[in-house]
């Protein structure tokens, strides 16, 4: 089944202590996405993929990392968390980097930074 | 600067009637507008999207949007609306940079607007 998964889906943590949420993708998409969800402001891009090896800032890339050593893989880390990175995060792929496809969106992890 | 704006929070109709969810968006160049769907404790559900061509989009469980240039809308309707429609609805717009280099697009998404079909 064509999928994007995330892990964990749920996830409570403190201040201050690093954490990764994993993204795979089985669709041999090129281009991967970050999102976080918040009341009132919709989903805002944190940071992007082209393809392997190639990652650029989104909107709200503050505080958080990527990387992308290989195509299905797209993980998001954060070093330090802070309360304010509490929010629900939504990996998501697409076939190509040109704009004109549909992205495929995972699950969601619900963050929570106490 | 480049936006979409979803000016409902909520939306509602009885099962049965038409139903609207407004859409506007100011980009630069061409837009490639898209809808997409999120039911409760899941992910975002591509519907339907505008790249060229017809102004009347169709998409996934009947809905239907209206690209509109001279007034930047595309507004998503439903002919007969479903209780099981209701979610949160979210439209979305590409915005291109480095075009030069055939670089890099992103989705900028609306506030969403949440729709609730009352039996």
């Known amino acids: 089944e064509a999928q994007v998964t995330q892990n964990p889906r749920y996830l409570i943590t403190v201040t201050g202590k690093k954490l990764t949420v994993t993204c795979s993708q089985n669709?041999?998409?090129?281009?991967m996405s970050w999102y976080r969800q918040d009341p009132g402001l919709g989903l805002r891009q944190i940071y992007y993929?082209?393809?392997?090896?190639?990652?650029d800032k989104g909107d709200v890339p503050e505080g958080y990392k990527v990387s992308r050593k290989e195509k299905r893989n797209f993980p998001l880390i954060l070093e330090s968390p802070s309360p304010n990175q509490t929010s629900l995060y939504f990996c998501?792929?697409?076939?190509?980097?040109?704009?004109?496809?549909?992205?495929?969106f995972g699950p969601g992890t619900r963050l929570t930074v106490t | 600067a480049q936006s979409v704006a979803q000016p409902e929070d909520q939306v509602n109709v009885a099962e049965g009637n038409p139903l609207t969810v407004k859409c506007t968006y100011s980009v630069s160049g061409n837009p490639y507008l898209f809808w997409y769907v999120q039911y409760p404790n899941r992910g975002l559900q591509f519907l339907l999207k505008y790249i060229t061509g017809d102004n009347l989009v169709k998409g996934s469980y009947g809905f239907e949007a209206e690209f509109n240039k001279s007034q930047t809308s595309f507004h998503l309707k439903k002919p007969s609306a479903l209780v099981s429609d209701s979610a949160l609805y979210f439209c979305?717009?590409?915005?291109?940079?480095?075009?030069?280099?055939?670089?890099?697009?992103?989705?900028?998404f609306g506030a969403g607007t949440r729709l609730a079909v009352h039996p």
């Open positions: 993929s082209m393809n392997v090896e190639v990652t």
């Open positions: 998501a792929s697409s076939l190509r980097s040109t704009g004109t496809n549909e992205q495929y």
């Open positions: 669709m041999n998409h090129e281009y």
């Open positions: 979305a717009v590409r915005v291109s940079q480095n075009a030069f280099s055939g670089g890099y697009n992103k989705l900028i």
